[in-house]
């Protein structure tokens, strides 16, 4: 397929999907907090999420409640943060306490 092709397909799948939410970017670290229901950090795959920032910076969001609870991705928060990184974020006021637990043990490591 040609690239023009490319475009003319993707803006056709464009007009059919709906914006469900933003991702905004600020360095304001301390305007965030942790629920104490998450897990409890883990030094180890912290460290590996900076190393893996510092070879390559992927634009992962993390997931907050509008009062900037962190739902999901409290790793990757203290990551970017001891980087010096900007912290992506949405805000997801659907989320409740059960939720978090339910994300934390679906959740899965995977390889190549």
Same mark, same amino acid.
């Given at each position: 397929?040609?690239?023009?092709?490319?475009?003319?397909?993707?803006?056709?799948?464009?007009?059919?999907?709906?914006?469900?939410?933003?991702?905004?970017?600020?360095?304001? %670290?301390?305007?965030?907090?942790?629920?104490?229901? @998450?897990?409890? +950090?883990?030094?180890? *795959?912290?460290? @590996?999420?900076?190393?893996?920032m510092?070879?390559?910076?992927?634009?992962?969001?993390?997931?907050?409640?509008?009062? %900037?609870q962190? &739902?999901?991705?409290? *790793?990757?928060?203290?990551?970017?943060?001891?980087?010096?990184?900007? +912290?992506?974020? %949405? +805000?997801?006021?659907?989320?409740? +306490?059960?939720?978090?637990?339910?994300? @934390?043990?679906?959740?899965r490591? &995977?390889?190549?």
């Amino acid at each position: 397929m040609k690239t023009e092709d490319n475009k003319k397909s993707l803006l056709e799948v464009v007009k059919t999907d709906k914006t469900v939410s933003y991702i905004m970017e600020t360095y304001d %670290y301390e305007r965030f907090s942790f629920f104490k229901e @998450n897990r409890p +950090i883990a030094r180890a *795959h912290l460290k @590996n999420i900076k190393e893996s920032m510092e070879n390559k910076e992927l634009q992962t969001p993390i997931k907050v409640n509008s009062e %900037y609870q962190i &739902w999901e991705g409290q *790793h990757s928060f203290l990551a970017r943060k001891e980087l010096g990184l900007p +912290i992506l974020y %949405y +805000i997801d006021d659907n989320c409740t +306490i059960d939720d978090i637990s339910t994300m @934390n043990n679906v959740s899965r490591s &995977w390889s190549l």
